[in-house]
C-alpha cells in the first residue's frame, strides 16, 4: 500500500524522444532504413557541397562595392555590376533623370493588376481600374497622350452595340433610346470622319516631355507586351473559341484557319514578319511603330492558344446548360455571357494561367527585333565593355526578376481554383 | 559572316519586290524632322553599346554623331534605332532609319543589289587569332599543328581552312556552336588558338579572360570586313553629307586638329586648315550644309584618332591596336580625300 501512489498523481510518462519533435520526424522518414539513412546522408553531404560553393561565390568573396569591372575581377560574384546597372536594366534607355516616370508607370500597372486579381473587383470596377490604370501607366511613359476623335466615336459606337445587345430584354425605354443614341453618334460620326466632313481634332493631354517608344526598355516594356498582350488576347480568345463552335460555316471556317495558322508557325516567325516584312508592303515613308507591331504579334499568338485553351472549357458543359438557356428566352449574347462562359472559364482556370506564365517570358523573344524588354537590357549590361564579362551575375538577377513575377502568377491561380470551386468542393 | 551574307540574301530577295522607288528627299525629311534616325547594333563592345545611364557609345555611334552635327550644327540630334542583323537592311529600305551604321560589312551585292550605298569605310576589320603567351607564338605562321576553336558554318571556318592550307600547315579545329562556349573552351585551355575578327577577339580578351595580359592577338589578318556606313539610294546629297562627315574626321586627325585645339586651329594660317574649318569659306556651301560644319563635328565628336582610341583604343578597355585603321601617313589604310 505503501507503494501505490493515488491514481490522481500519475503523470503519463512523455513518449520517448525518439519518437517525437524533430529527431522522431527524421527517423520516421529520413533513417527508416539503411538504405534511407545513406541516401539522406548523401544528399545532405551533395546539397551542402554544393550550397556551400554557392554562397562562396554569391556572398563570401562578392564584390559588392567595385566602381569598375577590372576591379570586380577575380574574386566571387560582382555585384556591384548590378548595383551600377540595375537602372537601366529596369528602366532601359529612357532618359535617365525621367526614370520615375516608368517607376511609376511599373507601379501603376502592378497595382491594376493587383486589384484587379480581387474577385470582388470582376463588374464595372474592372473597366474602371484598368481604364485608370492604363491612362496613368501610359501618361507616364509617353509623357503625352492624344485621344483622335475617331477613336472616341469608335468607343461611343462600341459601348452602344454592347449595351443593346446585353440589356435588350431588361432595358426602359429610355436607357434603349441612350443605346441607340451612342450607336447613331459613333456610326454616323465616324462616317463623316472618314469622308473629310469632321476635322482631324484630338484631345491632348502633355503634362510631361514626349518620350518615344524605342526609348522604352527593361520592365515597364516586358510587363506591358504581356499585360495588354494578354488582355487583348483573353477577348479575342473568347470570340475565337465562340467562333470555332459557330453553326456558321464561314466564322467557323475563319476561326479554325486562323487558330490553326498561328499555332503552325513560331512566334519567332510571327515577329520577324512584323518587324522585317511588313514594312517592305506599306508604301514607302510610312512606318508603324516597332513596339506596337510587337505587341500585335503577341495578341495575335496568344489569342489562338487562348482561344484553344477555352474551347476546352466550352466542350466540358453539359448539352443541358445550353437548352436551359434557350429555354429561358436569353438571346444568344445573354446566353454566352451569363450562363456558358462563366462555367467555362472555371474549368479552364489552371491552363489559362499555365498560358499567361508562358506568354509572360514569351515575350523576351522580341529581343530578336531590336526591342529592349528586360532580359533585353540585362544583356545590354554584359556588353558595356567597362563592365563586360559578368553573364552569371547579369541572368542570376533576371531570373530572380522573372521568378518573382512568374510565382506570384502561380500562386493566384491556386487561390483562384480553390475560391471558384467552393461550390463544387465536398 | 555567314549570318551577314544569309541576311544579305534574304535582304537582297525582299527588295526585289520592294523596288528603288524611293522618291523624295531623305535630307528634307530628316531637316523637317530636326532629327537623324541612326540604325546601330544592338550591343558591340565598342561599336554601339549603352552605358548605365541608357546613353549610346561606340565608334559607330560617333559616326552617327558626326552626322548630325554636320547637318544640324548639334550632335545630339539624333536618335538610335538598335537594329538585328535580320532587321537592319530592312529597317534601312523602309525608312525606320536614314542611315545604317552597325559594323556592317561593305561587299559588292549590298552596295548594288540591295538598293544602298556604302560611303566609306570607319573600320576595317578582319579574321585573327588569339593565343595563350605561353606558348610564345609571335606570328601566325608558326601555328602549325595547333589546335583551333572556332564556330562552326560561318566564313571563319573557312577561311581559317584556306589560310592554314596556303601555309602548308595542318591544324585541329575545335568546332563548337555556340560563341559564349567557344569563349569558355579557349579560356579553359581546350585549344591553343581561337579565332574571329579581330575586334570580337580583343571584346573577348577584354571581357572574357581571367586575365587579360596572359592573351596576345598575332599580328596576321586574314580576311577583309570593311566595315562601314550605308544610306538607301535616291539622296545623292544625304549620301555626301554622311561621306564627308566622316572623311573630315580622317582630315582632322591628319592636320592635326582635336576637339581639344579646335579653337586655336581656326586662327591657324594653313590654307588646308582655314578651308576645312570653314574659316574660308566654300566647302560647307558645296556640300549644302553649315560652314562650320567639320568645326562642330571635332568640336563635338572629335576626329577619328579620338573616336578611335575613346571607343575602342588605348583610352578604352578593348586596348584595340590601330593597326590597319591608323592614317596612311602611319601605315595604315584609313585615306581620306582632300577637303578642297
Known sequence: MTDAMPAGDRKPLAPPVEDTGMIGWARKNLFSSWGNGITTIVLIVAVVWVLNGFLEWALFTANFTASTGSECRGGGACWALIREKFRYIFFGSFPYEQHWRPLFAVIAMLAMLVLSADRRMWNWRLLVIWGIGSFVTFLLMFGQIHIPLSLILFVALVCGGAGLALRSALATPSERMAYYALIGIGAVGLVLRILGVLPKWSIGIAPLSYVETSLWGGLPVTLILATYGLAFAFPYGVLLALGRRSNLPLIKGLCVGFIELIRGVPLISLLIMASVMLPLFLPSGTTIDKFLRAQVAVILFAGAYIAEVIRGGLQSLPKGQFEAADAMGLNYPQKTLLIILPQALRVVIPPLINTFIGFFKDTSLVLIIGIFDFLNTANQALVDPNWAGFPGEVYLFAAFVYFIFCYSMSRYSKYLEVELNKGTRR | ?340
Open chain 2, 1 to 340: 559572316m555567314f549570318k551577314k551574307v544569309m541576311a544579305g540574301i534574304f535582304a537582297a530577295g525582299l527588295v526585289g519586290a520592294a523596288g528603288t522607288a524611293y522618291a523624295g528627299k531623305d535630307l528634307d525629311a530628316i531637316k523637317a524632322r530636326g532629327q537623324l534616325l541612326c540604325g546601330v547594333s544592338t550591343g558591340v563592345a565598342g561599336f554601339a553599346s549603352a552605358d548605365s545611364q541608357g546613353k549610346w557609345t561606340g565608334i559607330d555611334v560617333d559616326v552617327c554623331r558626326a552626322v548630325a552635327a554636320a547637318i544640324f550644327g548639334d550632335a545630339d540630334k539624333v536618335k538610335f534605332i538598335p537594329t538585328t542583323a535580320q532587321q537592319r537592311f530592312t529597317a534601312l529600305q523602309s525608312g525606320e532609319v536614314d542611315l545604317l551604321v552597325r559594323t556592317t560589312t561593305y561587299t559588292l551585292t549590298r552596295d548594288t543589289a540591295l538598293g544602298f550605298d556604302f560611303t566609306g569605310i570607319n573600320y576595317y576589320d578582319g579574321q585573327g587569332f588569339m593565343v595563350n603567351k605561353k606558348l610564345g607564338v609571335k606570328s601566325a605562321k608558326e601555328l602549325n599543328g595547333a589546335t583551333v576553336c572556332v564556330q562552326p558554318g560561318t566564313t571563319t571556318e573557312l577561311n581559317l581552312a584556306d589560310y592554314f592550307r596556303a601555309n602548308k600547315m595542318t591544324f585541329k579545329p575545335v568546332v563548337i556552336e555556340k560563341i559564349e562556349e567557344v569563349r569558355a573552351a579557349f579560356f579553359a585551355g581546350r585549344c591553343d588558338v581561337f579565332t574571329t575578327d579581330a575586334s570580337g577577339l580583343y571584346a573577348t580578351r577584354a571581357a572574357n579572360a581571367p586575365t587579360p595580359d596572359d592573351y596576345i592577338i598575332l599580328p596576321e589578318i586574314i580576311s577583309k570586313e570593311p566595315l562601314g556606313p550605308v544610306v538607301r539610294h535616291g539622296d545623292n546629297q544625304f549620301a555626301d553629307i554622311v561621306r564627308w562627315a566622316f572623311f573630315a574626321m580622317l582630315e582632322a586627325e591628319e592636320y592635326g586638329i582635336t576637339s581639344k585645339n579646335v579653337d586655336e586651329m581656326l586662327k591657324s594660317d594653313n590654307p588646308a586648315i582655314k578651308r576645312i574649318l570653314g574659316v574660308t569659306p566654300g566647302m560647307g556651301k558645296a556640300l549644302g550644309v553649315d560652314e562650320k560644319w567639320v568645326y562642330n563635328i571635332i568640336k563635338q565628336v572629335g576626329n577619328y584618332g579620338e573616336v578611335f582610341d575613346r571607343n575602342v583604343g588605348a583610352g578604352s578597355p578593348l586596348k584595340i591596336a590601330r593597326g590597319q585603321n591608323a592614317l596612311w601617313t602611319q601605315g595604315g589604310l584609313q585615306y581620306a580625300p582632300p577637303i578642297r
